[in-house]
């Protein structure tokens, strides 16, 4: 065998690095075993052993479920971006954002086209609600659309992932034509975040949004599906600030709300980091602050079983309005440190 000259130059330097590696990877093994069996029990301590008594009653749950129940019918076969069942879903929210009087805000009226490997016609639907003060930034609340259409002959039907956060980002439109917001609001209902969050993404990569325009971004991704109560709230470990304001959201909210999977493996350790697992992803990746809300991966998460039918709808009206209370909290908020400094 002809060895190179420069692995025999330091060989013992590689011998070494070899018996430290051998060394190092049981006990790093073990270390993450510690760290995650830490970050379940901290998880454990921060959940509530209950929400609130009530919950405000502000969004119209059964449009609500008329809408996920459409978007997630067999004859929109999964909503695959480009196919025939995701450009109907496409046009159903253009539609909708058209009907109750939103400003369109793609690159061709409310769509914004973008392609990626393997589909030529993928689109987000963008809608916007002018604030109260022009000199805000934009707050951009997102869900995408899109599922994993059919595979082997079965439809993934995705009512829950994510047939429910585009229901309710509907609803908040309709909500926030009647009650006009501070910040001007851009609804986002965004393409292909199965392929890798890329209709988010493609927001920046194209040039259409500046991520020095947008103060805030809060993305609602799996609502309606009843998890123990638990709701989860994302992005706090990024934005400590946070905290206080999803605090006041649980005050008024039965769900039991959760601050948690936003910590990195070295302080979670094998626990799930849900920082770039959907559209928020794409706002952390420029510096944009957010918060995610959506329920625990559950059984039928990414299967044919995932159907309207299984929907808890009281769950859902509760998480929704959870998001809602901390989008007008967000949208209070913002406005008041722009007037304090």
Known sequence: MNIPSWIRRFWPLWALIIIVVILWWPGRAMYMNVLTEREAERIAAITPARGAETTPVRLDIDRMMADLIWLADAERAGRFPGTEGGIAAREFIEAQFAELGLLPAGTDGFIHPFTHEGV??????????????PSLRTIVITAHYDHLGVRDGEIFYGADDNASGTAALLEYARYFTENQPNHTLLF???????????????????????????AFNVNVDMLSRDTDQILFAVGTYHHPWLVPLVRRVQQENEARIVMAHDRPWWRAGHTDDWTMSSDHGAFHRVGVPFIYFGVADHPDYHTPRDTSDKVDVEFFRITSEA?????KLIDQVLQEKIKTH
Do not use: W, Y
């Open 120 to 133: 030529e016609d993928a689109a987000n639907v963008l809608g916007i609600i002018p604030g109260r003060d």
């Open 188 to 214: 986002a209902a965004v393409d292909s975040e199965e392929h890798g969050l890329l209709g988010a993404h493609a927001l920046f990569n194209t040039g259409h949004l500046n991520p020095k325009d947008i």
């Open 323 to 327: 998001a809602l209370s901390f989008i």
